[in-house]
T-cell receptor, first 110, second 111 residues
Framework: QQQVKQSPQSLIVQKGGISIINCAYE??????FPWYQQFPGKGPALLIA?????SEKKEGRFTISFNKSAKQFSLHIMDSQPGDSATYFC?????????FGTGTRLLVSP | DAGITQSPRHKVTETGTPVTLRCHQT?????MYWYRQDPGHGLRLIHY???????DKGEVSDGYSVSRSKTEDFLLTLESATSSQTSVYFC??????????FGPGTRLTVL
């Protein structure tokens, strides 16, 4: 069973547009929600993370929105650029163990 | 990938043979993890360690064992490799058990 459900599986966005990736979870013990970015042939790299005591966190063009009551969180990429083309994973952590979503392949067209 | 190395980076082996993958860190982090990445499944935790000689199972631990005799090294062993273990294996480290830093990965093919 997938503890963290991620959608969409793939996404095509025009340059300058907004990319939105959504995740949902069931386990209320999760206390840390990071997003990872992965380029082909590389390991995932931490992009941005949030804890459940805040509803939004912004770092540059990347924003996490967190809805604790709905058990959902999302990644927004503003002004998407071709260099943002990568696979994005949401994740959730409890007791020092991180559980990942299945990933979203983002393609930003020039 | 700074501070984390994995070896080998690529390996092809035959069904039934034992395989050991090595993760080495220079960050002196307490927590170390082994994940496997497969299309459609994301990253799944195999085993993790919260200190020297302290390890525990993840969600897909069957067929795998681990050892950590030193802070800097975390070994993943496939006792008898099967084709279902063909995957990309990532090691990760963390100082707090929260944010993980991933290594470059090992691509394993079991024929």
């Amino acid at each position: 069973q997938q503890q963290v459900k991620q959608s969409p599986q793939s996404l095509i966005v025009q340059k300058g547009g907004i990319s939105i990736i959504n995740c949902a979870y069931e386990n209320t013990a999760f206390d840390y929600f990071p997003w990872y970015q992965q380029f082909p042939g590389k390991g995932p790299a931490l992009l941005i993370a949030i804890r459940p005591d805040v509803s939004e966190k912004k770092e540059g063009r990347f924003t996490i929105s967190f809805n604790k009551s709905a058990k959902q969180f999302s990644l927004h990429i503003m002004d998407s650029q071709p260099g943002d083309s990568a696979t994005y994973f949401c994740a959730a952590s409890s007791f020092q163990k991180l559980v990942f979503g299945t990933g979203t392949r983002l393609l930003v067209s020039p | 990938d700074a501070g984390i190395t994995q070896s080998p980076r690529h390996k092809v082996t035959e069904t039934g043979t034992p395989v050991t993958l090595r993760c080495h860190q220079t960050e002196n982090h307490r927590y170390m993890y082994w994940y496997r990445q497969d299309p459609g499944h994301g990253l799944r935790l195999i085993h993790y360690s919260y200190g020297v000689k302290d390890t525990d199972k993840g969600e897909v631990s069957d067929g795998y064992s681990v050892s950590r005799s030193k802070t800097e090294d975390f070994l993943l062993t496939l006792e008898s490799a099967t084709s279902s273990q063909t995957s990309v294996y990532f090691c990760a480290i963390s100082s707090t058990g929260g944010a993980l830093n991933f290594g470059p990965g090992t691509r394993l093919t079991v024929l």
